[in-house]
């Protein structure tokens, strides 16, 4: 049988510590986002939250599908799971009470007050989920000239160090032999 190397073996265990940490991480920002009350921007329109291991392993800059790895199937994958019913169940108790109200109409369909206060609460939240999508449309689009700047300076590099190449092809050095002084009268 043959030894994986050390080394190598030693680079896959920290890909997995930093796969782990960076979830973590992300659990820990969408605990944040629940105190600050930022996780309301994660609702569906009935107030419900929507968020999966997926949105997790994304959240964590990971690729969607990351949990789904043989190797985090099973552990990190349940653990995030888990993290996730615990996050709806304090959701349901922080903030439940208003997604509930918003759906309750009154008698003989006119609106009670308390499901006018939550329906405002609720176009407030896509108001500003509007604002979040238009700055976050601004700043992909200055993303992309500077990245289009970069792109064309790249370019230009290259071509000049071809260029150099070009020159220095051309014109090879010369060695040129030093002889001392006292060589110089000898020949």
Same mark, same amino acid.
């Not at 920002?29 to 419900?48: P, V, Y």
């Given at each position: 049988?043959?030894?994986?190397?050390?080394?190598?073996?030693?680079?896959?265990?920290?890909?997995? /510590?930093?796969?782990?940490? $960076?979830? %973590?991480?992300?659990?820990?920002?969408?605990?944040?986002?629940?105190?600050?009350?930022?996780?309301?921007?994660?609702?569906?329109?009935?107030?419900?939250?929507?968020?999966?291991?997926?949105? /997790?392993? /994304?959240?964590?800059?990971?690729?969607?599908?990351?949990? &789904?790895?043989?190797?985090?199937?099973?552990?990190?994958?349940?653990? /995030?799971?888990?993290?996730?019913?615990?996050?709806?169940?304090?959701?349901?108790?922080?903030?439940?009470?208003?997604?509930?109200?918003?759906?309750?109409?009154?008698? &003989?369909?006119?609106?009670?007050?308390?499901?006018?206060?939550?329906?405002?609460?609720? $176009?407030?939240?896509?108001?500003?989920? %509007?604002?979040?999508?238009?700055?976050?449309?601004?700043?992909?689009?200055?993303?992309?000239?500077?990245?289009?700047?970069?792109?064309?300076?790249?370019?230009?590099?290259?071509?000049?160090?071809?260029?150099?190449?070009?020159?220095?092809? %051309?014109?090879?050095?010369?060695?040129?032999?030093?002889?001392?002084?006292?060589?110089?009268?000898?020949?």
């Amino acid at each position: 049988m043959t030894r994986i190397n050390r080394g190598l073996s030693k680079h896959a265990l920290g890909r997995t /510590v930093a796969a782990v940490a $960076d979830i %973590e991480r992300a659990k820990a920002i969408l605990k944040r986002e629940m105190i600050t009350g930022e996780i309301k921007l994660r609702c569906d329109d009935k107030g419900g939250l929507l968020l999966t291991h997926k949105d /997790v392993s /994304v959240l964590a800059g990971r690729h969607w599908n990351f949990l &789904n790895a043989l190797k985090h199937k099973e552990t990190t994958k349940i653990d /995030v799971e888990d993290f996730l019913l615990d996050l709806r169940k304090e959701f349901l108790e922080l903030y439940g009470q208003h997604s509930k109200i918003s759906s309750v109409s009154a008698i &003989n369909g006119v609106p009670s007050a308390a499901a006018t206060e939550g329906t405002n609460e609720l $176009d407030l939240m896509k108001a500003e989920l %509007e604002m979040v999508k238009g700055e976050l449309a601004e700043l992909k689009a200055r993303h992309d000239r500077v990245a289009s700047h970069i792109h064309s300076w790249a370019l230009q590099l290259r071509s000049a160090r071809g260029e150099i190449r070009l020159l220095r092809s %051309e014109k090879t050095p010369k060695v040129v032999p030093l002889m001392s002084p006292s060589q110089k009268g000898k020949t």
